[in-house]
C-alpha cells in the first residue's frame, strides 16, 4: 500500500469518526416553542417530585413524564441561575447534574419551577400546569447506608450493606456477604452520623460477631456472655464508648392474608457493651425478666436511654375451644426512658413516655432528633416488627410538650425504619408504598415546628430504577460522609480468629438462669 | 477439497458428530437451564452489572449463551462447538511448540474430559467459555512471538490484564502456558527466569489488586472466579486435568524428546528409510491410527459412562415436565422408572391431580413418603422452594405461595420461573405494583415475548384475566380471612381451604389423600359427602377402596355416599383380597408378595402395610 493510499484512509476514518462524534455527543438543539395549548393540570410524573421541599445538595431528581407525547421539553428555573432546559425523545427525563447542581445552590431557600411541554403527534406542542419546589437552605448528609436484600422470608441469599452519596449517584458497597460466605449481615448503625463510627453484626458462618469500627480501628466481638446471648438492635451512646443492645429471641410466623411474614418476639433484654473495657453491663430496670424490651436509643445529650417495653406473656399460645391460636396481636410496647449518669455509669429512675394502653397501639422504634426535640416512633396495631405490618406508620412526638402526632409522610402501606439527619432538618424513612412487597427510601424535611413535608424517593439516574428491582432497601441510615473503610478492611477482620474479641461480662451483674431462652438475637428463627 | 478436508478429518469429524448426539439425545441441554436456570436480561443495567468484577464478561457470555439450551438441538450444538474450537486452540498451541512431532488425537481429551464434566448438570457454561478464551489468548500470544522482545513482553501483560479482566481464574492457564512457552524458547536462562519470576508476580498480585478496586468480589473469587474447582458443586478432580493437560502434555513431550528421541534424528530416520520400511511404516502407521481412534472413542465412551447419572436426570426430567405442565410425561416417567424419591412421589401426585387420576390411582403408585409426598414439610421444603410455592398456588392459596416464590428469589434469583410466578401470585392477590415490576423484568428475557404480551393484557383488563380459566379458579380459591398458616398442619389449611371455596376440587382431593395416607377413615368418610361438589359422575376407584375397608370395620352395610353406587368388580376384589388374608391367617409378612402382585395398586395394600395402621393395630390389640 503506497503512503498516498494510507493518507486517504487514515483522513477518510477521522473525518468518519468527526461525523459520529457530531451526531452523538453534541447536543440537539432545543425546540422554540412559541404556540402550545395548555393543559390546566400538572403532568403526571414518576416518581411524583412534585411540590417539595428539596436539599440544596441532592441529585438531580430524573422522572418520568407520564403522558402521551412524541418528544418532551422541560424547563427548571429559579429565580437565580440559567434555566435547565431539557428535550427529551422519550418520557425518560435525566437532569444534568452539574447545571442541577448550579441552580439548586443558586436557589437555597428559594422556588425552583417546572415546565413541562409534550408535543403532539401533529407537531402541536402542550404545555402543563407548572409546579415548584422549594429548595432549602439546609443541606442533607451526604450519604445514605441502607442494606440491600430480596424480601426475605426463610432465606437471605445475597446480601450487602452499601452507600450511596445523595449528592449523585454512586453507590458502593460497605461489605457484602459475597466477602463474608455469603452470611447474613444486619443492624448497621452509626454514632452520631458519623461514617467513621459504625457497627454491624454478621450472622452464621466463620465471621459470626460484631464489627465495630472507630476510625479505621475496627474490633470484632463476640457480645454473648453468661447473661445473655449476643446483642442485636443497637444504640451509640453519643459518646461513642458505648453500645445498647436489645437482645431478643424472635420467632418467624406466617399470615394467610395480606402481610404473609410477621414477628414474634418471646423474650427481649438490653444490654450496654463499653468497647474500651471490652464489657457487658446491664442493670434489673432495662432488663426486667417480667417485661420484654427492645429497640434502644439514647438522647443526644447522652443522660436518658429510651427503649419500648411489653410485659411478658407467661405463653404466647392460647388453646380455646380445641383451637390453637397464637397470642401475637396482643403484644404491645410502650415507650420508656431511663436516667443514665454518665460520670459514673450509674442508672437512675425509670419512667413510661408515651403508654401503649395510651395509644392503643405498639410503639416501636424511636430515634430523637440530634438537636433533642423530637423524637420519631413507628406505630402499629401490635407486635415489634413494623418492616412486616402494614399498619405501621411514622409518628413524631415533641419532647417538649409531651405531645404526639402523626406527620404527613404516611401511606396505608408499610412505613417503618428512619434516620434523623444530623442536622435535624431531614429525616429518612423506609416505606412499601410503592409495590407494598420493597421497602425504598424516602425523604422529608421537617421545619423548626416539626411540620414534616412531603416525602419523595431516593433519586436514581434511571427514574425507572425501581420499576425493575425487587430488591428491599433496609434501614437507611444518613451520615456524614463516606464510610473510607474497604470491604477488604472489613473482611479480614471478620475472619480474623485471634483478634476476635470476646465481650466479659461485669463482675457487678448476675449472670442469668434463662440465658438459653435468649435464642441467637436478631436472626429470625423459621418455624 | 471440501472432500480432503472430510477425509483428513473423518475422525475428529465422527468424534464431535458423536459428541453433539450425545448431548441433544442423552443429556439434553434443557435439563441444564432445568438445575441452574441461567439468569439473563436484555438490559444495559444487567450488562453493566456484570462488568465490576472479574470474570464478569463471561459470565455474562455464558448467562446469554445459556438461554439457548431451552431448545435442546441449539444448546447442543453451542456447547459442542465451544469444546470443538476448545481443542483446536490446544491443537495449535502443540503444533507451535512442536512443529515436528505427531499431535495425533491428543488435542481432543480436553473434549472427553469436558464430556465428562457436562455429563454433570451442575457444570456451567462459563467454565468452558473461561477455559476457551484462555486457550485464545494463548494463541494470540504465540502470534506475538517474532516481535521486538520488549514489545512481546507488554502485550504479554497486557493480554494477561485483559484476559483477567474477562475470565478472572481461567487466566491462570495463560500464565502457566506463557511460562512453558518461554522456557522452551532459545531465549537465555537469565531472561527465562526473569519471566516465570514476573508471570508469579502478576498471577500473585493481578487478583489482590482487583479484589481491592473491584469491591464486589472476595479474595477467593478474585483468584478462582469462573473456575470449576471453585465451585460448589464438586466435578471431583476432571477440572483439575482438564487445566493440567496442556502442560502435561507439553513435559511429557519434553521429556520424550530430552530423554528418548531428538526430533533432529527423527528427521534424519526419516532419510535414511528404505521402501521396505517405508511400507512398514505404513503399516504400522495405520495399525498405530486404528489403535488411536479405538483408544479415543473407548476413553470417551467410558467418560460418559462413568460421568452420566441416569437417575439425576430423571429427577430433573420429571421436574422439566412438571414446570412445563406436560404432566402426561409425569406420570410416563413414573411408570417406566422404578426408583423412589420424595420429589418424583411429590411430582407424580400433582401430576395425577391434573390428570384427574388423583383419587383412583394414587396407590398404583408407591405412596412410601405419606403425606409428605403429596404436601412436603421439613428439610424438603426448604430445598425446593419453587416447587412449594406451585402446589400452593395451584390449590389457591397465594400467601403461602408467595412465601415460597420469595424464597425461590432469594434463593436462585431472577430466574423466569421465579418472576413468572411472582407475577401470577400478585396480579391475582391485587398487588399489581408488584406484578407490574416483575413483568417488567420479564419483558427483558429472552424467547418470551408472547407470554410477556399475555401477562400485560392480564394486568390491563381484568374481563382478559377473568378468561383465563386456570387463573379464575385460583382466584376464587384464594383465602380471604386470615389466620396464622401452620404448615406443618396441612389438614387444616386445606379446609381453610374448602371453606373459603367447597367447590376447590385439589384441596379436597389432597385433604382427601391426606386421610386416606394417614389411614384416617372416620374423617375420609364425613368429607364423601362433598362428592358431589366436584363433578364426579362415579365414586373414584380409591374412595371406594376405602369406603369397603371402612363398611368392613364398622359393621355399617348402607350406601354412605348417597347418588353413587358402589362397583361390584371392586367389591368382589376386595372379597379376593380378604381371602388372600385369610389364606396366610392375617399373616401380613407372609401374605405380602401375594398381595403385592395381585392388589399392589389398591389402596387396601397401602393401608394394611402402612406404619400409620399398624399403629392403629398395636393400640386395639
Known amino acids: 500500500m503506497n503512503k498516498r493510499k494510507q493518507l486517504f484512509i487514515i483522513t477518510g476514518a477521522a473525518i468518519l469518526l468527526l461525523i459520529v462524534f457530531f451526531f452523538l455527543v453534541v447536543p440537539s438543539k432545543n425546540p422554540v416553542i412559541n404556540d402550545f395549548s395548555s393543559v390546566n393540570r400538572p403532568p403526571k410524573i414518576y416518581p411524583d417530585y412534585t411540590e417539595l421541599v428539596i436539599p440544596p445538595n441532592i441529585a438531580p431528581l430524573n422522572f418520568f413524564v407520564n403522558e402521551h407525547g412524541s418528544r418532551f421539553f422541560i424547563k427548571i428555573y429559579g429565580s437565580?441561575?440559567?434555566?435547565?432546559?431539557?428535550?427529551?425523545?422519550?418520557?425518560?427525563?435525566?437532569?444534568?447534574?452539574?447545571?442541577?447542581?448550579?441552580?439548586?445552590?443558586?436557589?437555597?431557600?428559594?422556588?425552583?419551577?417546572?415546565?413541562?411541554?409534550?408535543?403532539?403527534?401533529?407537531?402541536?406542542?402542550?404545555?402543563?400546569?407548572?409546579?415548584?419546589?422549594?429548595?432549602?437552605?439546609?443541606?442533607?448528609?451526604?450519604?445514605?447506608?441502607?442494606?440491600?436484600?430480596?424480601?426475605?422470608?426463610?432465606?437471605?441469599?445475597?446480601?450487602?450493606?452499601?452507600?450511596?452519596?445523595?449528592?449523585?449517584?454512586?453507590?458502593?458497597?460497605?461489605?457484602?456477604?459475597?466477602?463474608?460466605?455469603?452470611?447474613?449481615?444486619?443492624?448497621?448503625?452509626?454514632?452520631?452520623?458519623?461514617?467513621?463510627?459504625?457497627?454491624?453484626?454478621?450472622?452464621?458462618?466463620?465471621?459470626?460477631?460484631?464489627?465495630?469500627?472507630?476510625?479505621?480501628?475496627?474490633?470484632?466481638?463476640?457480645?454473648?456472655?453468661?447473661?445473655?446471648?449476643?446483642?442485636?438492635?443497637?444504640?451509640?451512646?453519643?459518646?461513642?464508648?458505648?453500645i445498647a443492645f436489645s437482645v431478643n429471641q424472635?420467632?418467624?410466623?406466617?399470615?394467610?392474608?395480606?402481610?404473609?411474614?410477621?414477628?414474634?418476639?418471646?423474650?427481649?433484654?438490653?444490654?450496654?457493651?463499653?468497647?474500651?473495657?471490652?464489657?457487658?453491663?446491664?442493670?434489673?430496670?432495662?432488663?426486667?425478666?417480667?417485661?420484654?424490651?427492645?429497640?434502644?436509643?439514647?438522647?443526644?445529650?447522652?443522660?436518658?436511654?429510651?427503649?419500648?417495653?411489653?410485659?411478658?406473656?407467661?405463653?404466647?399460645?392460647?388453646?380455646?375451644?380445641?383451637?390453637?391460636?397464637?397470642?401475637?396481636?396482643?403484644?404491645?410496647?410502650?415507650?420508656?426512658?431511663?436516667?443514665?449518669?454518665?460520670?459514673?455509669?450509674?442508672?437512675?429512675?425509670?419512667?413510661?413516655?408515651?403508654?401503649?394502653?395510651?395509644?392503643?397501639?405498639?410503639?416501636?422504634?424511636?430515634?430523637?432528633?440530634?438537636?433533642?426535640?423530637?423524637?420519631?416512633?413507628?406505630?402499629?396495631?401490635?407486635?415489634?416488627?413494623?418492616?412486616?405490618?402494614?399498619?405501621?406508620?411514622?409518628?413524631?412526638?415533641?419532647?417538649?410538650?409531651g405531645k404526639y402526632y402523626k406527620p404527613d409522610v404516611n401511606s396505608d402501606k408499610t412505613e417503618s425504619f428512619h434516620s434523623w439527619s444530623s442536622n435535624s432538618r431531614w429525616f429518612v424513612f423506609s416505606s412499601k408504598r410503592g409495590d407494598n412487597l420493597c421497602a425504598r427510601p424516602y425523604f422529608s424535611y421537617v421545619d423548626k415546628n416539626g411540620k414534616a413535608y412531603k416525602p419523595f424517593l431516593l433519586p436514581q439516574k434511571d427514574p425507572g430504577f425501581y420499576s425493575g428491582f425487587l430488591t428491599t432497601y433496609n434501614v437507611p441510615e444518613l451520615i456524614k460522609g463516606p464510610v473510607t473503610v474497604s470491604p477488604q478492611s472489613f473482611v479480614s477482620v471478620a475472619y480474623d480468629k485471634e483478634k476476635a474479641l470476646q465481650a466479659k461480662l461485669d463482675p457487678k451483674v448476675k449472670p442469668n438462669q434463662e440465658t438459653d431462652k435468649l435464642g441467637s438475637a436478631g436472626r429470625l428463627t423459621p418455624q | 477439497m471440501i472432500g480432503k478436508i472430510i477425509k483428513n478429518n473423518l475422525v475428529v469429524i465422527i468424534f464431535f458428530a458423536a459428541f453433539f448426539l450425545y448431548l441433544w439425545l442423552q443429556i439434553n441441554p434443557a435439563l441444564y437451564y432445568q438445575q441452574q436456570e441461567p439468569v439473563f436480561l436484555l438490559d444495559y443495567n444487567f450488562f453493566s452489572s456484570f462488568t465490576s468484577s472479574p470474570g464478569g464478561l463471561t459470565e455474562y457470555l455464558s448467562a446469554f449463551l445459556s438461554q439457548f439450551f431451552l431448545f435442546p438441538f441449539i444448546g447442543s450444538f453451542i456447547i459442542t462447538s465451544i469444546v470443538l474450537v476448545i481443542c483446536k486452540f490446544s491443537k495449535t498451541i502443540l503444533k507451535a511448540i512442536y512443529k515436528n512431532y505427531e499431535i495425533s488425537f491428543?488435542?481432543?481429551?480436553p473434549a472427553i474430559l469436558l464430556l465428562s464434566l457436562y455429563s454433570n448438570y451442575w457444570f456451567s457454561l462459563s467454565y468452558s467459555l473461561g477455559l476457551l478464551i484462555s486457550l485464545m489468548f494463548v494463541n494470540l500470544y504465540i502470534l506475538l512471538k517474532r516481535s521486538n522482545p520488549l514489545i512481546k513482553l507488554s502485550l504479554y501483560l497486557l493480554l494477561g490484564i485483559i484476559l483477567y479482566y474477562i475470565t478472572a481464574g481461567p487466566s491462570v492457564l495463560y500464565l502457566f502456558l506463557g511460562i512453558c512457552i518461554e522456557i522452551l524458547s532459545d531465549v537465555s536462562i537469565y531472561k527465562k527466569a526473569l519471566f516465570v519470576l514476573l508471570n508469579i508476580a502478576f498471577a500473585v498480585a493481578v487478583p489482590y489488586i482487583a479484589s481491592n478496586l473491584s469491591q464486589v468480589i472476595n479474595l477467593s473469587d478474585a483468584y478462582f472466579g469462573t473456575l470449576p474447582f471453585n465451585s460448589k458443586i464438586s466435578f471431583s478432580l476432571t477440572p483439575y486435568i482438564l487445566y493440567l493437560y496442556l502442560p502435561l502434555i507439553i513435559i511429557m513431550f519434553e521429556i520424550r524428546k530430552r530423554y528418548f528421541v531428538s526430533e533432529k534424528k527423527e528427521v534424519k530416520k526419516k532419510k535414511k528409510l528404505s521402501f521396505k520400511e517405508k511400507l512398514q511404516k505404513v503399516f504400522s502407521g495405520r495399525t498405530k491410527y486404528i489403535a488411536q481412534t479405538s483408544v479415543l472413542f473407548i476413553l470417551a465412551g467410558l467418560a460418559a459412562f462413568l460421568s452420566f447419572n441416569e437417575k439425576y436426570k430423571i429427577s430433573l426430567l420429571i421436574d422439566y415436565y412438571a414446570q412445563n405442565e406436560k404432566w402426561e410425561d409425569v406420570v410416563k416417567i413414573a411408570n417406566t422408572h422404578k426408583f423412589?424419591?420424595?420429589?418424583?412421589?411429590?411430582?407424580?401426585?400433582?401430576?395425577?391431580f391434573h390428570l384427574g387420576q388423583l383419587s383412583s390411582n394414587m396407590f398404583s403408585y408407591p405412596q412410601v413418603y405419606g403425606t409428605e409426598g403429596v404436601v412436603p414439610s421439613g428439610d424438603f421444603m426448604t430445598a425446593n422452594t419453587s416447587l412449594m410455592s406451585d402446589v400452593f398456588f395451584e390449590l389457591g392459596f397465594l400467601n403461602p405461595s408467595q412465601h415460597?416464590?420469595?424464597?425461590?428469589?432469594?434463593?436462585?434469583?431472577?430466574?423466569?420461573?421465579?418472576?413468572?410466578?411472582?407475577?401470577?401470585?400478585?396480579?391475582?392477590?391485587?398487588?399489581?405494583?408488584?406484578?407490574?415490576?416483575?413483568?417488567?423484568?420479564?419483558?427483558?428475557?429472552?424467547?418470551?415475548?408472547?407470554?410477556?404480551?399475555?401477562?400485560?393484557?392480564?394486568?390491563?383488563?381484568?374481563?382478559?384475566?377473568?378468561?383465563?380459566?386456570?387463573?379464575?379458579?385460583?382466584?376464587?380459591?384464594?383465602?380471604?380471612?386470615?389466620?396464622?398458616?401452620?404448615?406443618?398442619?396441612?389438614?387444616?389449611?386445606?379446609?381453610?381451604?374448602?371453606?373459603?371455596?367447597?367447590?376447590?376440587?385439589?384441596?379436597?382431593?389432597?385433604?382427601?389423600?391426606?386421610?386416606?395416607?394417614?389411614?384416617?377413615?372416620?374423617?375420609?368418610?364425613?368429607?364423601l359427602v362433598f362428592l358431589r361438589n366436584f363433578g364426579y359422575t362415579e365414586l373414584p376407584r380409591h374412595y371406594e377402596e376405602a369406603l369397603l375397608i371402612f363398611m368392613g370395620m364398622t359393621g355399617i352395610r348402607k350406601n354412605i355416599t348417597p347418588g353413587f353406587s358402589l362397583n361390584p368388580s371392586i367389591s368382589q376384589r376386595f372379597s379376593e383380597f380378604r381371602n388372600v388374608l385369610a389364606n396366610y391367617k392375617g399373616d401380613l409378612s407372609l401374605a405380602k408378595n401375594e398381595l403385592m402382585e395381585k392388589f399392589g395398586d389398591t389402596y387396601w395394600y397401602y393401608m394394611v402395610y402402612s406404619p400409620a395402621f399398624r399403629k392403629t393395630l398395636k393400640k386395639r390389640s
Open chain 1, 250 to 401: 424472635l420467632t418467624l410466623f406466617f399470615h394467610a392474608v395480606g402481610e404473609s411474614r410477621d414477628v414474634l418476639d418471646h423474650a427481649s433484654d438490653l444490654i450496654i457493651y463499653d468497647i474500651a473495657k471490652n464489657m457487658i453491663t446491664s442493670c434489673p430496670e432495662i432488663s426486667s425478666p417480667d417485661a420484654m424490651e427492645t429497640f434502644p436509643t439514647w438522647s443526644p445529650d447522652g443522660n436518658y436511654l429510651y427503649f419500648c417495653s411489653a410485659p411478658k406473656f407467661d405463653s404466647y399460645i392460647s388453646e380455646k375451644d380445641n383451637k390453637t391460636d397464637l397470642l401475637y396481636d396482643q403484644i404491645r410496647y410502650s415507650l420508656m426512658r431511663i436516667r443514665y449518669y454518665q460520670e459514673n455509669g450509674t442508672w437512675g429512675k425509670m419512667d413510661t413516655v408515651l403508654s401503649s394502653a395510651k395509644t392503643g397501639m405498639t410503639i416501636l422504634e424511636p430515634r430523637i432528633s440530634p438537636d433533642g426535640n423530637y423524637l420519631m416512633f413507628t406505630m402499629a396495631k401490635y407486635g415489634n416488627f413494623p418492616i412486616y405490618l402494614n399498619s405501621s406508620d411514622i409518628y413524631i412526638l415533641d419532647l417538649k410538650t
Open chain 2, 340 to 352: 423412589i424419591s420424595q420429589k418424583s412421589v411429590y411430582q407424580t401426585n400433582r401430576a395425577l
Open chain 2, 106 to 109: 491428543l488435542h481432543l481429551i
Open chain 1, 80 to 242: 437565580q441561575g440559567d434555566p435547565l432546559e431539557i428535550t427529551a425523545n422519550t418520557p425518560k427525563v435525566e437532569i444534568p447534574i452539574g447545571n442541577w447542581k448550579d441552580l439548586l445552590n443558586q436557589n437555597r431557600g428559594k422556588e425552583i419551577k417546572y415546565d413541562i411541554f409534550a408535543e403532539n403527534s401533529d407537531g402541536t406542542w402542550q404545555k402543563f400546569k407548572s409546579f415548584s419546589n422549594h429548595v432549602a437552605s439546609e443541606g442533607i448528609d451526604n450519604h445514605l447506608a441502607y442494606r440491600l436484600l430480596h424480601p426475605a422470608y426463610h432465606y437471605w441469599g445475597e446480601v450487602g450493606i452499601y452507600q450511596r452519596n445523595l449528592e449523585n449517584f454512586d453507590e458502593k458497597p460497605i461489605l457484602t456477604n459475597r466477602g463474608t460466605d455469603h452470611n447474613c449481615m444486619n443492624c448497621h448503625s452509626f454514632c452520631q452520623n458519623d461514617p467513621n463510627r459504625m457497627m454491624m453484626h454478621l450472622r452464621a458462618g466463620p465471621t459470626s460477631g460484631t464489627l465495630i469500627n472507630q476510625s479505621g480501628n475496627i474490633i470484632k466481638v463476640n457480645t454473648a456472655t453468661a447473661f445473655s446471648k449476643a446483642g442485636s438492635y443497637p444504640a451509640w451512646h453519643p459518646n461513642g464508648k458505648l
Open chain 2, 404 to 527: 415460597w416464590a420469595s424464597d425461590a428469589l432469594t434463593h436462585s434469583g431472577e430466574t423466569k420461573h421465579n418472576l413468572n410466578r411472582l407475577f401470577l401470585i400478585n396480579l391475582l392477590s391485587g398487588n399489581k405494583h408488584f406484578a407490574q415490576n416483575c413483568l417488567n423484568i420479564l419483558k427483558e428475557t429472552m424467547f418470551s415475548k408472547s407470554l410477556t404480551d399475555d401477562y400485560q393484557r392480564y394486568l390491563n383488563d381484568s374481563n382478559y384475566l377473568n378468561s383465563n380459566d386456570k387463573l379464575s379458579r385460583i382466584l376464587s380459591c384464594n383465602i380471604d380471612s386470615n389466620f396464622v398458616f401452620q404448615s406443618d398442619n396441612m389438614i387444616v389449611e386445606f379446609k381453610s381451604l374448602l371453606k373459603k371455596n367447597l367447590n376447590n376440587k385439589m384441596a379436597f382431593e389432597y385433604l382427601m389423600a391426606y386421610y386416606l395416607l394417614n389411614c384416617n377413615l372416620g374423617s375420609f368418610v364425613n368429607y
